[in-house]
């Protein structure tokens, strides 16, 4: 059996990264899967091969969410869960950021979590989860990436917010945190098709092998794992709550 038999899922961002391990994980562990995402041509590949749901969501528009929402019901008849997953990262110094840069960054990364969380949760089965993706920048700083670590502070204040509200249902609404991650986000290589995808990662693994106490960069897979546990049963009294999942990196900085 698997720990998400019976159970529907709508993840953002689906098409690639962390959100296509966590629909891959998610369907290998009985849930079926509704995979949502701007990249169209990537998203349906992906559903086709699962054999999960794909739909165009651009999570910053709220007749999107709507259009999605009923088309999971239309499919499964019901959702369990949400993965807030899909975000973008734009690199400036604050002082630099257009406005219309940070307010893009906005949109995508807050405005989509709360209306995830507005037109999902109505419809969301009591028990249901949410798991909202912030990032290691929420809680604490760092520089060069200010519109990113301010929405990604604001899910966090939506996730504890929302967790009260849901709660008399029993929806538990989760956020995690992760560190630097080897996807096309962190990594823009992999989106070459003629880069060595090993050899990118390696690159990458130096990049933070002195920043990171675990020694490398984290894989999408991993954060996958972390998901999984927000969204199962596993996590039964867990609410609210922010999981960082780093290699250790807010822990600090080995002089040694």
């Keep these: 059996m ?13 098409a690639r990264g962390q959100g296509e391990k966590e629909a891959r994980l ?3 562990e009985g849930a079926e899967v509704v995979v ?30 709507r259009s999605a929402v009923r088309a999971a019901q239309a499919a499964y008849g019901r959702l369990d869960g949400l993965v807030n997953n899909a975000g973008i990262l734009r690199f400036n110094a604050l002082v ?10 906005v949109q995508v990364n807050q405005v989509g979590c709360f209306l995830g969380v507005k037109t999902v949760a109505p419809v969301l089965a009591d028990g249901g989860t949410i798991v909202n993706t912030a990032s290691y920048t929420a809680v604490t700083g760092m520089a ?10 604001a899910i966090l204040g939506l996730t504890r917010v929302a967790a009260l509200e849901l709660a008399p249902r029993g929806i538990r609404v989760n956020a995690m945190c992760p560190g630097a991650v080897d996807t096309a986000m962190s990594n823009p290589s992999l989106l070459d098709p003629d880069a060595d ?8 693994d130096g990049l933070y092998r002195k920043l990171v106490p675990l020694g490398r960069v984290g894989r999408p897979e991993e954060v996958a794992r972390l998901a999984l546990f927000l969204t199962s049963e596993d996590s039964s009294y867990i609410t609210g ?8 990196w807010l822990a600090g900085v080995s002089i040694i």
């Design 2 to 14: 698997g720990k998400l038999d019976g159970r529907v899922v709508l993840v953002t961002g689906a």
């Design 26 to 28: 998610f369907r290998a």
């Design 36 to 65: 949502a995402d701007v990249l169209d041509d990537q998203g349906a590949a992906l559903a086709e091969e699962i054999g999960a749901l794909y739909v165009h969501l651009d999570v910053g528009r709220e007749d999107d969410w």
């Design 96 to 105: 630099d950021t257009p406005l219309d840069e940070f307010m893009q960054v």
């Design 144 to 153: 060069a990436v200010g519109a990113y670590a301010a929405t990604k502070h």
């Design 197 to 204: 995808p090993e050899e990118t990662s390696k690159a990458l």
């Design 241 to 248: 709550q922010p999981f960082v999942i780093d290699g250790g």
